[in-house]
């Protein structure tokens, strides 16, 4: 979460599908369940996904001109999307949108095959064939959304990614189709490049935590939670957005959203209710002077 250059390439790289008990859930990569099924945490995943094409080489070096390269992101958003066309379907009109780009392979081979899967389909159905495999090493539960993969997943993704390219003010357009790829890319040239370097907090800063963490609450949780805040905070508010539904793809576990985050104390941090896999936070002004410690 903090290096955004390792947690893109983590979105079109190579996972390690493996568990080594019904609690490790590697398997999954930097996704959980409910971003696949309920899509949760996607808005940041593809925001991200489109820094990284605008602002960046393959070897992470800065490209020049990021604005020239809107619809060269726009196309890697497309092909990582992909959903191969449903051949049972009625055939869509020449001006319709579609969910199959494959035509694309030839320029993001590592993104979307000749048949039009994209990096997240391929990798939804790894899971689930994953799952399906190794019944021993994975939790009831996740056979069961497993399931609900295989019977359903396709078509709602599919669906999105044609809501996806539905331009903000079409008049068909419905409020809560929140997901847009004009809407990636307006936040992409707003953030800038991934960055690569972990915030450092001062020692003080550690050690005042470290007293204030409930007991039973994973200390590097909440060191984490409190360098994401100082590396995503802006000047004109002590409010940042936390992506809940991707801190617990990046920490591997549901509990960090369910169980840890309400544990903390508002001695630590004040925050308010989640909602769509997103809440806001701030942390307590005395902690935030023990950071400034360390700058003077």
Known sequence: MLNEWKEFQDYIGVVNYTARNKQDTTYLGRFTFETILDFEG???????????????????????????????AKRGLCAWCSVPSNKNATPREAWQFGSDFGDLHSEFPSLVDENGSGWFHR??????????????????????????????????????????????????????????????????????????????????????????????????????????YFANKTEDSDWVVLPVANFDAYFGTTS?????????????LERSE??????RYRLEAELDDKQEEKLL
């Open 42 to 72: 996607l808005n940041r995943v593809l925001t991200i996904l489109a820094r990284g094409f605008l602002f960046h080489n393959e070897n992470g070096s800065s490209a020049e001109a990021p604005r020239e390269r809107i619809d060269y």
């Open 123 to 228: 990798h939804v159905h790894r899971v689930a064939a994953f799952v399906r495999e190794n019944p021993e090493r994975v939790s009831s539960s996740a056979q069961k959304k497993c399931v609900a993969i295989e019977k359903g997943f396709d078509q709602a993704w599919r669906d999105k990614v044609i809501q996806m390219q539905i331009p903000l003010f079409a008049p068909t357009t419905k409020g809560q189709w929140g997901l847009r790829f004009d809407s990636f890319l307006a936040q992409a040239l707003e953030l800038g490049p991934l960055g690569s370097e972990d915030p450092e907090l001062s020692p003080a800063l550690v050690e005042r935590l470290r007293s204030l963490t409930p007991k039973g609450v994973p200390v590097e949780m909440v060191e984490t939670l409190v360098a994401y």
């Open 256 to 268: 960090f959203g369910r169980k840890y985050l309400r544990q903390i104390p508002e001695t630590i």
């Open 274 to 279: 989640t909602g769509f896999g997103l809440c």
